[in-house]
């Protein structure tokens, strides 16, 4: 059967039929899941289960891969995952929901804010490929939101205002919105900020889209205050509900979404029910913007 795909919610999210992700992925399947992902942005493949060296499998057949070390409160002897994953659950080593107080849950919960995966990474990733591999009993939802549309509605100034602005990403600056200011010396020093252009241009369409995130705390030569306005102006215009689709998550979804094209956030769940999802995450070409030196 011949990959499929299907049209669901707003224009950039489809369903994907006809594909065995635990087989290996041929050439012909893969343009056409590449091609998909520039065209709409947000893939869904159900039905999926599959085992961890599947995902990497799976992944790998579409791209090098990013990596995950450094980027959440976990320590190397706490990761459940090999670091070819990032852990997006709420689970300690020993496969128990975090307790509520614990840091590393209340760093983690910073992903309820609107953001693109890595984008404090001086290249950031491309596609985000999170399987669901337990849920919760409510809620959890993932949300999306289509950063070309939200691009092409802005107003012909507001347009002009965004092209050639480069924004100061960080995992602090998000942090700091959720009140989480209590970093060691060493984790300041890790989430150092980086360099993003604020309007991307899709290397195979063309179309422009906003590079937003939580993560985006500042705008090069522009006052602190008045950069953080705009943005959290832009946030608000680019995650209107017409822009915006919320995944429901079923056990064995495969969620793809290009991170150069869209934002998204996780939605609240019980803190005392697991929930194991597992990330893979594409490697970005690049920076988007010079960095400070
Ligand atoms: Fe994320």
């Given at each position: 059967m011949a990959l499929s795909i299907r049209r669901v919610g707003p224009g950039f999210v489809g369903e994907v039929d006809g594909i065995?992700?635990?087989?290996?992925?041929?050439?012909?399947?893969?343009?056409?899941i590449h091609a998909g992902m520039?065209?709409?942005?947000?893939?869904?493949?159900?039905?999926?289960?599959?085992?961890?060296?599947?995902?990497?499998?799976?992944t790998r057949a579409l791209g090098p891969l990013e990596q995950s070390i450094g980027t959440s409160l976990r320590k190397p002897d706490e990761y459940r995952l090999p670091t070819t994953f990032a852990d997006v659950s709420n689970l300690d080593i020993d496969d128990k929901p975090l307790a509520r107080d614990d840091r590393r849950r209340?760093?983690?919960?910073?992903?309820?804010?609107?953001?693109?995966?890595?984008?404090?990474?001086?290249?950031?990733?491309?596609?985000?490929?999170?399987?669901?591999?337990?849920?919760?009993?409510?809620?959890g939802n993932?949300?999306?939101?289509?950063?070309?549309?939200?691009?092409?509605?802005?107003?012909?100034?507001?347009?002009?205002r965004c092209d050639g602005l480069v924004c100061e990403h960080s995992q602090m600056y998000s942090r700091q919105q959720i009140g989480f200011v209590d970093l060691t010396e060493d984790e300041k020093q890790r989430f150092a900020p980086v360099r993003q252009t604020l309007v991307r241009t899709h290397p195979a369409t063309g179309r422009k889209s906003l590079y937003l995130a939580s993560h985006a705390g500042g705008i090069v030569g522009w006052p602190v205050p008045e950069a953080r306005i705009f943005l959290r102006d832009l946030i608000e215009h680019a995650t209107q509900r017409r822009f915006v689709h919320?995944?429901?998550?079923?056990v064995g979804d495969l969620v793809i979404w290009d991170n150069r094209q869209t934002m998204h956030r996780a939605r609240p769940f019980p803190a005392d029910e697991p929930r194991d999802m597992r990330r893979t995450t594409l490697a970005g070409d690049g920076p988007t913007a010079r960095q400070a030196v």
């Open positions: 065995d992700i635990r087989q290996p992925l041929g050439d012909a399947d893969a343009a056409a520039d065209e709409y942005a947000v893939l869904i493949f159900r039905e999926q289960p599959m085992t961890a060296d599947q995902q990497l499998a799976f209340l760093f983690a919960i910073g992903n309820r804010l609107w953001h693109s995966d890595s984008s404090f990474k001086a290249t950031p990733a491309k596609y985000s490929l999170l399987h669901a591999i337990g849920i919760t009993s409510t809620g993932t949300e999306f939101a289509d950063m070309r549309a939200a691009y092409d509605a802005l107003d012909d100034e507001t347009k002009g919320a995944h429901r998550w079923r």
